[in-house]
């Protein structure tokens, strides 16, 4: 990635090959550090560091936190902190609670209160775009992780390869379909630009004759993809597939086909703990019942936060480091599965057991 003036969605679609072929094989084993063993595909494309002196201050920005996985991602991001007290000073955290808005305003006023750096999980990406490139210009070190955000106008990214999910998904969706089908997508927060990014990689590939039913947004819960879920049983009488890119809304839109008692089909979603112990509990009922699972790190926190203190040492970073992600489905969900934890639990991550069940007790 020469090109500086390369889009967000470009320099994604570049990387991808380097994270898809990086990860080939790779499965999640239960280790110390899971960041530092992770496979992570860097741009060539730099992000200067520069040097603050004294300890510092970072804010981070949460779009909202809502679900298991931002509790998970928060946790491990406070846990990391705690590892470098000889360096921060405060870590500063605000919630837009899913307020485009809130959130916006949350980043005027880390700016105002001059923190070092700013870390991101946006709500919208063209939404936040403008406030980064402001705190960027006031020479704060920007790292927004997880959603992608629009232009380049930020310090460096952190984050799954949208393009390399949406690619996975719909061979999938071919292949267990044969081809041809009826398929409901369901996204999560309306308008963020992680679905959109993954979905419309997905539809580059998708074969001509699955006919998408409808595109319904969850907030990525389970309870509301249960109940839109039924919605959609109700009017359509055939449906034989569910895309989902989160586990959460995979697991409440199975919970609704057997609800309404019809047969599970093949759904997609990522490393939730409850879609994966009931693929378990109901596969060997339902023989059309198959999970891509694509991982969604909860630790991707960290990778930012080691990102944004090495910048503010004064290092080089990647502009760009997108994580490799591990795609979970029959052949080896039962290393990733935890049955003995809640099904909230997100298991790619970097929390141990002990620490996920005083998190979800």
Not at 151 to 175: C, L, M, R, W
Request: net charge negative; aromatic share 6%; proline share 4%.
């Amino acid at each position: 990635m020469h090109d500086r003036n390369l889009t967000r969605r470009q320099a994604l679609a570049l990387g991808a090959t380097a994270v898809a072929t990086a990860m080939a094989g790779s499965t999640l084993k239960a280790f110390a550090d899971v960041v530092a063993q992770a496979k992570i595909a860097a741009s060539e494309e730099i992000a200067k560091g520069t040097r603050k002196e004294g300890k510092l201050r970072i804010g981070f920005s949460n779009g909202f936190s809502g679900n298991s996985w931002r509790t998970e991602c928060l946790a491990s991001l406070k846990k990391e902190a705690a590892n470098h007290t000889d360096l921060i000073e405060d870590l500063i955290i605000v919630d837009g609670q899913g307020d485009i808005t809130k959130q916006v305003n949350d980043i005027e006023d880390l700016i105002v209160q001059n923190v070092d750096a700013i870390m991101c999980i946006p709500n919208s990406g063209s939404a936040v775009a403008p406030v980064l490139r402001k705190a960027t210009r006031a020479g704060i070190t920007t790292v927004p992780f997880n959603l992608p955000v629009e232009g380049g106008n930020y310090t460096a990214y952190v984050g799954v390869d949208p393009v390399t999910k949406g690619h996975q998904i719909s061979a999938f969706f071919n292949e267990t379909l044969g081809g041809k089908g009826k398929i409901v997508v369901l996204g999560g927060l309306p308008g963020n630009s992680y679905t959109a990014a993954i979905w419309e990689a997905t539809q580059k590939d998708l074969s001509k004759d699955i006919e998408v039913l409808a595109f319904k947004d969850t907030n990525w819960e389970e309870d509301r993809a249960k109940i839109i879920m039924a919605d959609l049983i109700a009017a359509h009488p055939q449906i034989d597939g569910v895309w989902c890119d989160g586990g959460q809304v995979a697991t409440g839109a199975m919970k609704a086909l057997l609800a309404a008692k019809r047969p599970l089909v093949p759904v997609t979603g990522d490393d939730y703990n409850g879609i994966l112990k009931l693929y378990d509990a109901e596969k060997a009922n339902h023989p059309n019942f198959k999970i891509c699972m694509v991982s969604e790190p909860t630790w991707q926190s960290v990778v930012t936060l080691r990102a944004t203190l090495d910048l503010l040492a004064g290092k080089d970073v990647p502009k760009y480091q997108l994580i490799g992600a591990r795609r979970i489905d029959g052949s080896n969900y039962q290393e990733f599965i935890k049955p003995d934890l809640p099904d909230g639990v997100c298991v790619d991550t970097d929390l141990s057991d002990a620490e996920l069940k005083a998190i979800f007790s």
